[in-house]
């Protein structure tokens, strides 16, 4: 079935990395100082890829369309990291982590990617550690760790709500190092338009520096894409308003191959949509699922305060349903069971769809566990509340601060409102075990590849995929494609294939500021994100995957005949900004529903409503289906498959129960 070669070394499973970087191909360090690589993106991924291959010795160009690279959305991330240490000596391990993995993603990732991810996870809490990160440690000063969805041990390292910013500060200061020492040079508010390929070889990119309009040409001997995922093209998300598509789909547009577009994460534990005027989701960490407990009133419509609804009236769905796992089932899972509720009549708020996410009675616990060890062992409820309020804000506070401020609320009195939203992205650019894509020397690691997740993320992956992608794995398998490249001279960038690739980007960009429409980028962009939430989000069927795909088709034309963008090319313009992305979301959304479409089974946060169990759940279809989805661009918006047959031989394949 296959016909793309994933390049997964030969041996058994758990040798596979280590006989692999035994034995790749290596680049001497005089030789590195000849070699020029760019990197697009400066979150975690691309920071520590950055740094690392500096500090090797090859000449490294960095990017980001933000003003610095602490602006990156790694920065966002709350609740945690994964690293199979087993500190807390609850029976983990790598091939625990490796297994649960695999089975979080439903049994649609690549077994040798994800042990490897395994591996080297807890070489990155030493990095960390060793850059000072301030991970959060325990009374005797050891780290700490907390519990995330679909595991059943304690794995997960954090700081506070903050992970994500304190680890990408690691990363940056590694990247700044580098870059004080003029071996890496930091292109801000410049944002890819076009990879350069030369002989069928990535060799260049076509950036735009954002403050004066100006396309520049940039040479590499080989490009790394590091640019995160493509939520936003639902238009509300939790990612930042900036994160989009563009570079990986103009490398998807020269022949780099787009895995599995359908998989997208809905986050359960989000601050509910209020309104029109939004243009963006908050997200409250899945962390609040250690401590708070998930509910909704027996009663359906049920418009009392949740604190004068009695104990025995609240149904704890999660808890009731997935009893093993209770609160920390995975993401997929949860959000579904959420909507349930929901579609049921059972939500709660104004809008009836939201849920309860409720801390005080783990509040108590806390309390009276700090009352104990005062010496009270018979405190009063109102003791324990007091007492665990201290405890409880010291391992959130930031993010109850947060949901106070934007809901008007007060968290530690009455319970979250919350509701799945869309969050992360699973497929991404494909790539082999090297992470090099389909397009010699054309590399992506990160979210914006499809590799580690399968059809559903764990939660706390992301920042582990990321580091582990740019600070332990990249850095070697480069080394494999780089070491036949030595010969090569920089390229002059006045070579016709640069010329080329500046002139399509130069006449998107003439085409889009002339078409002198009438409505603004963000209308076209929030009706493709209606589109997109309610044809091919929490749920899809046949019927209305097809309505999408001709609602997008019509959308994407209008869209070209009557956007309105103000001002000019060569000026600082953040409308012609959003548009060159929209333009791209326009296409890929369509993308995103034929996988969607074709993909007749339901895995992970793909639920097609035809293909699910008695009980709701997903139902897949390992026969059919067990293959990754890389789709080919065609000229005229048209999707050719290409399938990588995944084959799984150390995990027992089985229906996911997390009963």
Known sequence: MSDLNSNIPEGDLPQKWTKFRSSVALVNPSNKRSIEVIVIGSGLAGSSAAATLAEMGYKVKCFCFQDSPRRAHSIAAQGGINAAKNYQNDGDSVYRLFYDTVKGGDYRS????????????????????????????????????RSFGGV????????????????????????????????????????????????????????????????????????????????????????????????????????????????????????PVSGEHQSKLTLMSESLRNDGRIWVPKKKDDNRKPTDIP??????????????????????????????????????????????????????RYGKIEASKAGDHNPSQETCLRLGHDVVKAKYGNLFDMYAQITGENPYETPMRIYPAVHYTMGGLWVDYNLMTSVQGLYCIGEANFSDHGAN????????????????????????????????????????????????????????????????????????????????????????????????????????KDVRIPGSADELNP?????????????????????????????GGHFREEHQTPEGEALRDDEGYS????????????????????KFENIKVAQRSYK
Not at 121 to 133: E, F, K, L, M
Not at 460 to 473: E, H
């Open 575 to 603: 409308e012609l900004e959003k548009a060159n992305r929209v333009a791209d979301f326009l296409e890929l959304g369509e993308m995103m529903c034929v996988d969607a479409l074709d993909r007749n089974e339901s895995c």
């Open 457 to 560: 993320r764990l939660g706390a992956s992301a920042l582990m995929q990321g580091l582990a992608d740019g600070y332990f794995v990249l850095p070697y398998t480069i080394g494999q494609y780089l070491s036949k490249e030595i010969s090569v001279k920089a390229i002059p960038t006045d070579h016709e294939a640069f010329v080329e690739a500046e002139a399509r980007a130069k006449t998107t960009i003439e085409k889009l500021v002339n078409v002198k429409g009438t409505k603004s980028v963000d209308h076209f962009h929030k009706r493709l994100g209606h589109i997109m939430w309610e044809k091919c989000g929490m749920s899809r069927n046949a019927e209305g995957l097809k309505e999408a795909i001709s609602a997008i088709r019509a959308l994407r034309e209008e869209f070209w």
């Open 152 to 271: 059943q041990v304690q794995r997960t390292f954090y700081a506070a709500g903050q992970t994500g910013q304190q680890l990408l500060l690691g990363a940056y200061s590694a990247l700044e190092r580098q870059i004080g020492m003029g071996k890496v040079e930091m292109y801000t508010r410049h944002e890819m338009l076009e990879i350069v390929k030369i002989d069928g070889k990535a060799r260049g990119i076509i950036a735009r520096n954002l403050l004066t309009g100006e396309l520049e040409r940039h040479f590499g001997h080989a490009v790394v894409l590091a640019s995160g995922g493509y939520g936003n093209v639902f238009y509300l998300s939790t990612n930042a308003m900036g994160c989009n598509v563009t570079a990986a789909w103009k490398a998807c547009k020269q022949g780099a191959y787009f895995a599995n577009p359908c998989y997208t994460q809905i986050h359960p534990t989000c601050i």
């Open 627 to 646: 293959y990754v989805s890389a789709w080919e661009y065609e000229p005229g918006v048209k999707f050719k498959l290409h399938k990588e047959e995944l």
């Open 110 to 145: 690549r077994e040798a990617n994800v042990h490897r991810l395994s591996e080297v996870s807890a070489n990155i809490i030493d990095q960390c550690v060793a850059q000072g990160v301030p991970l959060a440690r325990e009374y005797g000063g050891l780290l700490d760790n």
């Open 311 to 364: 104990e025995d009236e609240r149904d704890y769905y999660l808890e009731r349903r997935y009893p093993a796992f209770g609160n920390l089932v995975p993401r997929d899972v949860a959000s579904r069971a959420a909507k349930e509720r929901c579609d049921a009549g059972y939500g709660v708020g104004k809008s009836k769809l939201a849920v309860y996410l409720d801390f005080k009675a783990n509040t108590a």
